[in-house]
């Protein structure tokens, strides 16, 4: 608790006495706990227990995610509310190696009251807790879609808070978590499956539930996996781009974040955004077959050198052709340099005839290249790249997608790289002329 900022120990504090009056209220006031069945409340209990310790870890820092939630929303069925309170506060007992206590105490007080939000929406959609009857599992259902739907947004929204207040996350990603959360909605079938096993073979059932769970969370681990596998790939590709030339490391991470931010503004859904992030990353993979001579020289190109220059994102389509998972992205590697007046290359394509991302990855390429500090020049202030975007909206870049950035960037603002140190002693400082920088067009010789 020592290393939060204080409005997160107010929530934190807050969360706890939340959960902790609601049990109060129940002992005191409702009496409810001297009718709960507690066999089965022990039994999931301890499954709840069992999933919560082995949970699958977030990208996000220090954070992970469960399937423990069903055996939750079992208890709304089984025990009712207090009874799922309780299962969920057993949180606190993970034996997940160096969780501090003020996160387990956290676990286990929002758990808490999701178990009481649920189990409260359950008994008013008419639900009884207990025992189902088989003959009338039917009427389980409306109610426990009903307690499954509080519980989860629920859930959600309490850890996404902290995590907002505790600076684990900068923003939250509204569709990622949404796409999430969808998931969590049909994993929480397994509730409904563990009670309706119950009224046949009763504690047996949460043994026999064991194997699909873990397989969820499998699921989960494995998808995860996945993403880091390709950020990866992403990387290391990246760096090999940047290796050729000192003075624009960095360039494809903010390209890929102003392209992303582009993406939300326009309201791109959450697996065409990640493909946008990796297209921006990659955008300038096709450089690594131009000759390093030629990106570095100094002043006006030949026309062979200016062909070589211009050949790069079919060069760069040819690299990454055979990763399945760029999809869309694709297009963005292909045609980032044509122009919306249909004077770019490699294809002339103009207008719509762009592909979209395309058109994005196009103006955060050239926001960067102005921001950013190049050996011919100092990095321009962020009012004077958007002025120039609006200069080159309709004729290099499309309107919509300038306009789209500066919104993006007033509103979250945009942090420029800080100034590049000089090259490490022993490397030879470059002369490198920014062919994505608008403010210098590219100047071409004849060789006639």
Not at 136 to 149: K, V
Not at 334 to 348: A, I, L, N
Not at 376 to 384: E, F, L, N, Q, W
Request: hydrophobic share 50%.
């Amino acid at each position: 608790m020592r290393g939060l900022p204080w409005f997160a120990k107010v929530y934190l504090v807050a969360v706890i006495g939340v959960a902790f009056g609601l049990f109060g209220h129940s002992a005191l006031v409702g009496g409810r706990f001297d009718r709960l069945e507690w066999p089965t409340l022990l039994v999931l209990a301890l499954l709840f227990l069992v999933c919560e310790s082995v949970p699958t870890l977030l990208n996000v820092k220090q954070a992970a995610i469960s399937v423990s939630f069903s055996a939750a929303l079992a208890a709304v069925v089984l025990v009712g509310p207090e009874g799922a309170a309780l299962v969920g506060m057993t949180a606190v007992f993970s034996v997940r190696p160096g969780l501090p206590l003020t996160k387990r105490l956290f676990n286990g007080a929002q758990f808490a009251i999701c178990g009481y939000a649920a189990g409260w929406t359950f008994e008013l959609l008419g639900g009884r807790p207990g025992v189902p009857d088989v003959d009338r599992f039917d009427e389980l259902i409306l109610p426990f879609a009903g307690a499954a739907g509080v519980y989860v947004p629920l859930n959600f929204a309490l850890i996404a808070v902290m995590l907002s207040l505790a600076g684990q996350v900068d923003r939250v990603p509204v569709r990622g978590v949404a796409q999430l959360l969808v998931s969590y909605l049909g994993y929480a079938t397994f509730g409904l499956l563990i009670a309706g096993l119950w009224a046949t073979v009763q504690s047996i059932s949460a043994v026999l539930v064991l194997l699909p769970l873990f397989v969820a969370r499998w699921g989960f681990g494995q998808y995860l996996a996945q993403q880091r596998s390709y950020d990866a790939t992403i990387a290391a590709l990246c760096q090999a781009v940047e290796t050729k030339d000192y003075y624009t490391r960095g360039h494809c991470t903010r390209v890929s974040l102003a392209s992303t931010m582009i993406a939300e503004e326009i309201g791109m859904g959450s697996e065409r955004t990640r493909a946008i992030r990796y297209a921006g990353m990659l955008h300038d993979v096709g450089k690594l077959g131009v000759p390093t001579k030629v990106l570095q020289k100094d002043g006006p190109l030949t026309e062979e050198e200016y062909a070589a220059i211009q050949l790069h994102p079919m060069r760069g389509l040819e690299i990454v052709r055979g990763i399945d998972f760029l999809d869309e992205a694709f297009a963005g590697i292909m045609h980032h340099h044509e122009k919306h007046d249909g004077t770019g290359y490699p294809m002339g394509l103009a207008a719509e005839e762009i592909p979209e991302f395309a058109r994005i990855i196009a103006v955060a390429d050239a926001f960067d290249s102005i921001t950013s500090d190049r050996s011919y020049r100092g990095a321009r202030p962020v009012p004077v790249a958007i002025d120039q975007l609006r200069k080159g909206a309709g004729t290099q870049f499309d309107p919509e997608m300038v306009t789209a950035f500066i919104k993006a960037v007033e509103r979250a603002g945009w942090e420029a790289p800080g100034k590049v140190p000089a090259p490490p002693s022993g490397e030879a400082e470059p002369i490198v002329k920014d062919h994505d920088d608008p403010t210098m067009p590219i100047q071409v010789v004849s060789e006639r």
